[in-house]
């Protein structure tokens, strides 16, 4: 195990990234930049971490935003759920630890929408407690260099490869130790074509000594992706637009939408329909594909120069001048239609302003 450490570390000292949460102690900034980084890649992630330290320079800021402010800013992210459990979490923090993050790694967990990985990597990198870091980068990592083939996405998988980390885990360095842990994952021990002619762990890896790299690690659920159909009905009311906020527990809770029929199959729908006149414009909008986690989103916009049905306030949406859409946080998908689909030039402009 020694060896695996100062392997390790060696390796880390030599070729770590120089990425700004990792120049902190500051166990706020590192939370950030974990849940940012969650399911997100670091160049990706990077832009929304200095945006969200420059507007909330420490939790109390984070805390008295309002939901509305922290969605605008997380507006493109995906995952919407992070951004509002991080909110939450702020406000845990402010009401139960006097704005003072928590040391204690079970009261590190009890904050929403942190899980034992996050956990881990706070309780380590600001703290320098013991705990292990498990990320999927870990997960491929140590199922390669160990050989197992249990696969990670079950609970024994899950203990087996918990229990490898500790017991590799660097006790004099937890924190350091994690981050190149993963950063070794990230970015040698590559999903496809690993790297590992630079990968100091070439010797010992059992994987790689008995050609099975290609197959690990081993997974045994497989994703199943629901398709869903989307139509929304973008009413263009003189200088005005009707929108409401999403709730419920569906995909975009809290982010701002059009009025929204959606449908089983991929229809398109028909003017009748939605009991237009023959004489309103009526454009529909070319076919949009969007692609969750879980789910396939296959979208159209319908342009409708008209007011809406006036019960539809009765369903939540109100009007906004079309100008003021920019300041409501709006689904990746929406804004990518209202910046590049020509069927609405005057939603394009104010969204490109
Ligand atoms: Fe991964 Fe290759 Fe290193 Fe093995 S030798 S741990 S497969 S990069």
Redesign the pocket.
């Known amino acids: 195990m020694e060896d695996f450490v100062m392997t390790l570390r060696r390796w880390y000292a030599e070729n770590k990234r120089d990425l700004p949460w990792r120049n902190t102690p500051d166990p706020y900034y590192i939370w950030l930049s974990e849940i940012i980084l969650q399911q997100t890649r670091v160049n990706q992630g990077l832009p929304y971490y200095l945006k969200f330290i420059e507007n909330f320079p420490d939790v109390s800021s984070l805390a008295s935003a309002s939901e509305d402010q922290v969605l605008k800013l997380w507006q493109g992210l995906g995952y919407y759920s992070r951004a509002r459990n991080l909110h939450h979490a702020a406000k845990q923090i402010v009401n139960f630890h006097e704005g003072k993050f928590p040391g204690k790694y079970d009261e590190i967990l009890a904050l929403k929408g942190i899980g034992d990985y996050t956990a881990a990597a706070i309780a380590s990198f600001a703290f320098g407690q013991p705990y292990p870091v498990v990320d999927g980068n870990v997960f491929?990592?140590l199922a390669?260099?160990s050989g197992n083939q249990t696969s990670i996405d079950t609970t024994t998988g899950k203990k087996e490869f918990s229990r490898l980390a500790l017991e590799l885990l660097d006790r004099e360095d937890p924190g350091n130790h994690n981050q190149a842990m993963m950063e070794?994952?990230a970015t040698?021990?590559?999903p496809v074509n690993?790297?590992?002619s630079?990968?100091?762990?070439?010797g010992g890896?059992?994987?790689?000594q008995e050609d099975q790299?290609e197959m690990?690690p081993l997974r045994t659920k497989k994703t199943n992706i629901r398709h869903r159909y989307l139509h929304y009905l973008v009413y263009l009311d003189g200088d005005h637009t009707w929108i409401r906020k999403r709730s419920g527990k569906d995909i975009w809770t809290g982010l701002y939408e059009f009025p929204l029929i959606e449908t089983e199959s991929n229809v398109i729908i028909d003017r009748n329909a939605i009991g237009l006149h023959a004489e309103v414009r009526f454009d529909i909008s070319k076919e949009y594909r969007h692609i969750l986690s879980h789910q396939k989103l296959i979208t159209r916009f319908y342009i409708i120069d008209s007011a809406p049905d006036p019960s539809m306030k009765e369903k939540g949406y109100f009007s906004v001048q079309t100008c003021d859409l920019v300041h409501f946080a709006m689904p990746q998908l929406l804004v990518k239609f209202l910046r590049h689909d020509p069927v609405s030039p005057v939603l394009t402009a104010t969204v490109n302003n």
């Open positions: 491929r990592f390669r260099f070794i994952g040698v021990c590559l690993p790297r590992c630079l990968c100091p762990f070439q890896c059992v994987a790689f790299i690990l």
